[in-house]
């Protein structure tokens, strides 16, 4: 007689989830669009430098750090490096403001345009990688680095029709922050292309992503 060996059926395992992620960019670009449109309509004279300081310190401050540090936890090296760059850079902003207030520490003059003109250099730096994911990032950072150039050389003793151009330039670098703030919303929240950002510039990077 003959017998019949069973063979222990095995569970399948069961499906593995892969987590999406946020991208840090939403709120890298909110915070500063936020800050830059703030700061500029101060400079232009449309309203007191007050808000600067907390909009400045929170919105482009903290908020652009944390999409900075988001970023380094999903291995983006690129908005690691420029949201912790500008992120950084407003949080001097007011360090600056306050020195000036209080009369200590004060940050002024060929100190302030020294410091402006670093990140003016900096941000054109990035518009070399931001070319090779889109047209409208490096638009952005040419006109950061523009904006700020102009303004370092009002803050080095130059006319004053210098820094408001720098400051028109800012907030056309405000505006299209926004614009990539809402492509990437549409995109991510509702799985829709449907805001152009134009082809990249260079070659060296299948990451349409600003």
Known sequence: MGYVRLVPLTQAPPPTRTLRTADPGLVGLLGFAIA???AQLAHLGVQNESSVF???AIFGGVVQIIAGM????IGDDFHFLVY????WYWLCIPGFLLGGELGFFEVAGPARGVFTLMFAVLALLFAFRGAMHNSVLPITLLCVSAGLALQSVTAFGGVEAFGAAGSILLIAASAFAT???IEKFIRRTM???IVPLGPSWLRGSRDPES
């Open 54 to 56: 907390w909009v400045g």
């Open 84 to 87: 912790n760059a500008f992120g």
């Open 36 to 38: 830059t449109l703030t």
């Open 70 to 73: 988001l970023s380094f936890t």
């Open 179 to 181: 614009y990539m703030l």
């Open 191 to 193: 799985g829709r292309a």
